[in-house]
């Protein structure tokens, strides 16, 4: 964090993201990154509200340049600054008892960024939330890919609970709605029980490529796990990282741990990945961290440095 960043949290009272500076006003930069302070469509566990300002604070002190994954001179080229002519636009102004206003809060101002050309991170907030974003990006840049990790396939028919938009429904709610191509759709980590296989039906149905943890990690289905992440970047991507995706052991503060999640090397491994589609991702999230339940704070530094290779 540079000291002109120290100076402006010192003068304002506000940490943002980094060390970025603070610009309210969209205008044409690299990217934004933006808090989406709501968890109106978390089903258990609410609080994701609060990890906006959990996940700034746990940036505090930070540098901007990720370790190179190799330290031998001449093996890994010395990377720029991650977020480089980035900065952070605050929190989009939702509503926290009510989700139909508050994802038209998060289209409005994702949409007024992108009108610039500018990339996006949303740090939440439920994973509700992303629909928002994509409905935003989608408009300026046709259907997507998506790179999703999650302990969950989001793809629930949510009449059970009488919404048919929740944390649990987004991307069934995202396809149906065409802002997805479902052959470019990758979704890793999946190992959530389920109430019944109409989830995974309609997702297998729609084309969308989906990976366990188990599946990750065996080396017979290494080239396939290549194959379909390079597909997700063929377009305009966005990648979208649910915290629950972790093992719990990593990162206990989020609405529905499940054990049995990735390591975080691990998770780094797929984010990397994006690094040979060719065009960087149009837009990005770190969703569900509720910082005031147990492991808070532990979880917020895990997903800062997951935001921090988000952004390299």
Known sequence: MSADAIFQGLRTGLTPFLGLPLTLEPRAVAGVVLGAPCDAGVLHRPGARLGPWALRAAAMGLGTRPMPERLREGREPLAPAAAEGWVDGGNIPTLPFSLGEALAAVQATVGDWVRFGCRTLMLGGDHAMTLGALRALARQHGPLGLLHLDAHPDA????????????????????????????????????????????????????????????????????????????????????????????????????????????????????????????????????????????????????????????A
């Open 156 to 311: 629930a028919d949510g009449a059970a609970w009488g919404t048919e938009i929740h944390h649990g429904t987004w991307v069934r709610q995202a396809l149906l709605e065409g802002l997805l191509d479902p052959e470019r759709v990758l979704q890793a980590g999946l190992r959530a029980p389920r109430f019944d296989d109409g989830e995974l039906a309609f997702l297998a149905a729609a084309g969308v490529r989906m990976w366990s943890p188990a599946d990750l990690r065996d080396p017979l289905l290494s080239l396939q796990l290549k194959e379909d992440l390079a597909r997700v970047g063929e377009g305009p991507a966005y990648v979208s990282v649910d915290l629950d995706a972790l093992d719990p052991v990593l990162a206990p503060a989020v609405a529905e741990p499940v054990p049995g999640g990735l390591a975080l090397a691990e998770a780094l491994r797929l984010v990397h990945a994006a690094r040979a589609w060719p065009r960087p991702w149009v837009g990005a999230d770190l969703m569900e961290l509720a910082p005031d339940l147990e492991g808070g704070e532990a979880t917020a530094r895990v997903a800062a440095h997951l935001a921090l290779h988000l952004l």
